[in-house]
């Protein structure tokens, strides 16, 4: 550790998931004499959700409409699909149904339209033969809607192409640098220290452990959700276009869907099973066990009360690992489905979800806090990839108000 004078910047941000990236990029725009310095505990950019989610591109309709998720999703689905066009990465703009099971189903889908509505997004009411239109195999209960703008991206290709708009832009990105604690303003990392001018955290999983050394996220803790995709393979089925449930809107999670990727290869997911520590991917793999304790204390307490039936959640969400309970929750949105030939589960992500620790719920929208020193990116969870280069701009504005 050198203990020569802090190295000065003006900003600097801890984290370059898609949020870091944009970010900085945003910044870098609005203040173009500005030094920003973006690290990255890994050996190279968006090595967790941001390259391990669903790869889709949400149009945004399930959005309370006062919410940030809807303020940004509209706009964000449209900003990185012109940028896929324009920087010629792969698109599937294969649009979205979403279909009933039963006659409950048809009031969520009712609430889903009338969201679309009110956040201007582009929906279409269909009756059954209209959905079969669109998509021949799918199994609907009198209505369901379709989303044209709904697509898939390859979201590491994207980060790729971010990353190297960050060189270009002369963004300083510093891999396998790690943020150990901030000390009197001054900010340690594993490899230096530094003087700041303004910090962003936008630190995916470990958000709320940073942003309490800037004495935020006083309620809020992070409960970490593992989501698995089971893969089918070449031949298993062919769709042309994303197949979702209506979900149930109390919840973060989605449910059981069919999703294309933008090489036409079917899942069929996520999982949202609670994870033990928060980079609890594969085997024992970044095991922490303070980290596994606390969390497992949380999440055991949380079942024993059973707050927002996490009870419910977690064993509906468990029995998932079966992939025939998976199997069967998809069977119910399409007329045939050959179980044989889902059998390969994707590499897992892992969802940085927020939980409130004093009313005991699971945050629906983004949390953003902080004061003149530092800014918070909480609960950055879906849609934040799609939303990321709108929330970026927001974020820069933001900062400006804040005197940054």
């Not at 793999?285 to 996490?310: A, V, Y």
Request: charged residues 20%; aromatic residues 10%; positive net charge.
């Amino acid at each position: 550790m050198s203990h020569h004078h802090p190295t000065p910047c003006d900003f600097f941000i801890v984290g370059a998931g898609i949020l870091g990236i944009t970010t900085a990029l945003a910044l870098k725009r609005k203040h173009p004499e500005s030094h920003i310095i973006l690290i990255e505990k890994e050996s190279a950019p968006g090595l967790h959700a941001s390259g391990r989610n669903s790869g889709v591109l949400h149009a945004g309709f399930y959005y309370t409409p006062e919410s940030l998720k809807a303020r940004f999703c509209k706009e964000g689905n449209i900003a990185l699909t012109q940028y896929c066009l324009e920087k010629k990465l792969p698109i599937n703009q294969c649009g979205k149904l979403v279909v009933t099971r039963n006659e409950e189903d048809l009031a969520g889908l009712h609430t889903l339209l009338q969201r679309g509505k009110e956040n201007k997004i582009e929906l279409y009411l269909l009756d059954e033969q209209q959905a079969k239109e669109i998509e021949p195999q799918v199994k609907t209960y009198q209505k369901a809607l379709f989303s044209p703008h709904t697509s898939s991206v390859d979201s590491s290709l994207i980060i790729k192409e971010l990353t190297k708009d960050l060189h270009q832009a002369g963004i300083q990105l510093q891999t396998n640098e790690i943020f150990l604690k901030n000390k009197k303003n001054i900010i340690h990392t594993n490899k230096n220290h530094y003087d700041v001018g303004f910090l962003i955290n936008a630190s995916g999983l470990y958000a709320d452990k940073i942003a309490k050394q800037f004495g935020f996220s006083k309620n809020y803790e992070i409960l970490p959700f593992k989501g698995l995709y089971l893969y089918g393979n070449k031949s298993a089925l062919t769709l042309r276009t994303h197949i979702y449930p209506v979900p149930n809107l109390k919840n973060p999670f989605l449910g059981v869907h069919f999703t294309l990727n933008v090489y036409h290869d079917v899942k069929i997911g996520p999982t949202a099973i609670p994870a033990l520590w928060r980079e609890h991917y594969t085997g024992l793999k970044n095991f922490k066990f303070h980290e596994m304790k606390d969390i497992f204390l949380k999440q055991l307490s949380l079942f024993l009360r059973s707050d927002f039936n996490f009870r419910k959640l977690a064993v509906a969400e468990l029995k998932k690992y079966n992939k025939q309970v998976l199997l069967k929750q998809a069977d119910a949105l399409i007329e045939s489905l050959p179980f044989q030939d889902f059998k390969t589960w994707g590499k897992p992500g892992i969802r940085a979800q927020l939980f409130d620790t004093q009313n005991k719920k699971l945050e629906m929208d983004f949390v953003l806090e902080g004061d003149e020193h530092s800014f918070h990116i909480l609960n950055a969870v879906s849609p934040a990839f799609t939303c990321a280069l709108p929330f970026a701009d927001y974020i820069s504005q933001h900062l400006a108000c804040n005197g940054a």
